[in-house]
């Protein structure tokens, strides 16, 4: 912990968290029976109990046993809907807007698996959540058991390895529909973050196979389009931002399982309905997510090449009873609308495979060649929404909390083997957690330095060994990992993420990568944006207040009373600027001088120098000149930026001399005290 202001030795606030949901006990596990396994299109699995929160969008944690350990997945509240979401059903009456229930999507980590990743839907006590490549040996997935078979307990989940999954004969059509679009291919396009406005329209078959509720089917879109959005972030640095989402509760299409791949279906009805009837739904995309039919032959269809045009249309079925299968459809259908194509030759091969789960299985990347394609298609794409970068101020300092743990501030350690290393740190008046940006002069980066160590050790970032993409307190110099960029973060107004040149900006800072509470330690990790890396800027406006008060009185000169002010008045010294000050009632050809020093024990009365009535209220320990003009005298002089200043008290006086004085007046005419207080601000 950095030295703390005003030379004060302040104990750390106590930790006040959020309420936190927390399962207490481990799950009972047993393996999953044949008929279970048979349900969910699986060769192996488990079948756990799980304790979880039954509702509220809120922070949670949940035991689960993964590779056969135990684990603890902690999850954040995380939205993917963009702002002015709308939430629509069709019914009898037609299509109206109704109130959008709570969200129900998460991210979060496992605990004690640096850069882990666990994309999660919490409904009515039930989860769905995806842990993605965990430890390097695969993704992780989690259903509650009683969405496929009724008659489970409704804390009963399957957990299973994407690689347990069962080889399916869905598969999505070759080549592209009628003409519309073509693949760009050519080389890759620029590598940068960018959002993507999506529609999703869920038909009256998916709406029944999530229990006829809008809410469930809501929720269950949600978690699949929260899933592949990570995905394509993750990969190809796209968003996904859900604008609106359409239920039908009653027969809207009649295509049926005819997703629309070589002849007319789905497709297109999906896309002549839409162009007649939602023109005024904003999206760069539009997407049918269908119940019908059973998840074989071809359960996918969409145009290609196609994003931000009048055809940005696809279809899935999604109809598997395990969400790997309706993940990897998803992610393969909007594949095509940004221009990729099937790999099935050019491995390695796994979303863009012409069977869903086929190749080299399920997983969660786009190949070289598809990943190119998408690039190139999305570096054309002016419709779509860059992430803005955010200018702070830099006259201001700053506090820097994340959402996830607002508790906790941004601080340096202070213990000699780890020094000028980051680490979260209960809130409190340390030089260590105030923050100034300056600009680096470098594009619109800045650099990051603390109070405590000031502007010559910015923030830059470890290169390798075990604390590879740590940040550190470093000398100053055009090293790219001390330019720092702070991106608006769609959604979350007020909060911004924190990216350098060094490692990019796929990777931002988070502040809780290797533990949950005060001492995690910060890292820079994939950008997702997950809650641990949203930041919070607050300005601290003054630290520590600066302050002038009066004491003492002075006395009648032959201009009157010479009296001893700030400029402007009532403001103090602050450290790392100039302070002004006057002494008026003063002639030309008199002499002013300051005085500082410590405070008398009682009032020196200088009636011996001929100055009845004035008092010296301090020792001389130092005198200086000022200039007279105008009927004053004025001085002004530098505070060092120097935090061991800040709190300090000292008093001043001024003395104003008169040689040319008649009989009555005195020598020596006497201002008022001043006791100034220090301030950082």
């Not at 993704?139 to 299973?160: C, G, I, M």
């Amino acid at each position: 912990m950095a030295r703390p202001l005003a030379f004060a030795l302040l104990c750390a606030l106590p930790l006040a968290l959020p309420p936190l949901a927390v399962a207490q006990n481990q799950p009972q596990v047993r393996a999953a029976s044949p008929s279970e396994l048979q349900s969910f299109e699986l060769r192996e699995g488990t079948v756990q109990s799980l304790q979880l929160p039954a509702g509220g969008w809120e922070r949670f944690e949940v035991p689960v046993v993964l590779d056969g350990r135990p684990r603890t997945l902690v999850l954040a509240p995380y939205s993917i809907r963009g702002a002015g979401f709308q939430l629509l059903v069709t019914d009898a009456t037609g299509t109206h807007p109704v109130s959008a229930p709570e969200e129900t999507t998460y991210r979060g980590m496992v605990v004690g698996e640096a850069g882990s990743v666990v994309t999660a839907a919490l409904f009515e006590g039930a989860l769905d959540a995806r842990v993605h490549d965990l430890g390097g040996k695969g993704d992780w997935f989690v259903q509650p058991l009683a969405r496929v078979l009724p008659y489970a307990a409704p804390d009963l989940h399957v957990v299973y390895r994407a690689e347990d999954v069962l080889p399916s004969s869905a598969q999505c059509e070759v080549g592209d529909v009628h003409g519309h679009g073509s693949p760009t291919g050519a080389p890759e396009g620029i590598s940068e973050l960018r959002y993507c406005d999506i529609a999703l329209d869920c038909d009256v078959a998916y709406y029944l196979r999530n229990g006829a509720s809008v809410a469930q089917t809501s929720s269950a879109a949600g978690y699949l389009l929260l899933d592949v959005s990570f995905i394509y972030q993750t990969d190809v640095e796209i968003r996904y931002s859900l604008t609106s989402l359409i239920v039908r509760t009653v027969p809207t299409y009649t295509s049926g399982s005819n997703t629309g791949c070589s002849t007319s279906g789905l497709l297109q009805e999906f896309a002549s309905r839409w162009q007649s009837n939602h023109t005024s739904i904003s999206r760069d995309v539009a997407h049918l997510i269908s119940g019908e039919g059973v998840f074989s032959g071809t359960v996918g269809c969409a145009y290609i090449g196609v994003v931000c045009t009048s055809n940005g249309y696809g279809v899935s079925r999604a109809v598997s009873s395990n969400n790997a299968q309706n993940i990897q459809l998803l992610a393969h259908e909007l594949g095509h609308n940004w221009s990729a194509t099937h790999c099935d030759s050019a491995p390695p091969c796994q979303i863009m495979c012409a069977s869903i789960g086929g190749c080299t299985g399920i997983g969660s990347s786009f190949g070289p060649g598809e990943r190119a394609q998408i690039l190139a298609h999305k570096g054309t794409r002016s419709c779509l929404t860059a992430a803005r970068t955010i200018d702070p101020n830099p006259a201001l300092w700053y506090r820097l909390t994340t959402l996830f743990q607002p508790t906790l501030s941004l601080d340096v350690v202070n213990d000699g083997a780890n020094n000028n290393r980051l680490q979260m740190a209960a809130s409190g008046a340390f030089t260590g957690q105030y923050w100034r940006f300056t600009r680096s002069g470098f594009g619109n980066t800045w650099r990051i330095s603390c109070l405590w160590q000031g502007e010559n050790l910015p923030m830059d970032t470890i290169n390798g060994g075990a604390e590879n993409n740590r940040p550190i307190l470093a000398p100053i110099g055009a090293w790219t990992g001390q330019l720092w960029t702070l991106h608006e973060v769609p959604g979350y107004p007020g909060y911004v993420a924190l990216t350098n040149d060094f490692r990019g900006p796929h990777l931002a800072l988070e502040g809780f990568a290797t533990s949950l509470g005060a001492g995690a330690r910060p890292q820079l990790q994939t950008f997702g944006p997950f809650t641990g890396q949203l930041w919070l800027l607050t300005p601290l406006g003054s630290v520590s207040p600066a302050r002038s008060t009066s004491f003492g009185s002075n006395c009648v000169g032959r201009a009157g009373r010479p009296t001893l002010g700030i400029l402007p008045q009532g403001d103090g010294p602050w450290i790392g600027e100039t302070m002004s000050g006057e002494v008026t009632n003063v002639l030309n050809g008199m002499a002013s001088q300051l005085v500082f020093g410590g405070r008398l024990a009682s009032p020196l009365d200088l009636g011996f120098l001929s100055s009845p009535n004035c008092n010296l209220y301090l020792d001389l320990g130092l005198l200086v000149t000022i200039p007279v003009g105008g009927g004053r005298a004025t001085f002004a002089f530098s505070v060092p930026r120097s935090p061991f200043l800040v709190g300090a008290t000292f008093p001043m006086q001024a003395l104003v001399i008169d040689p040319g004085r008649g009989p009555s007046n005195p020598l020596v005419a006497t201002t008022n005290g001043l006791d100034l207080t220090i301030g950082m601000r």
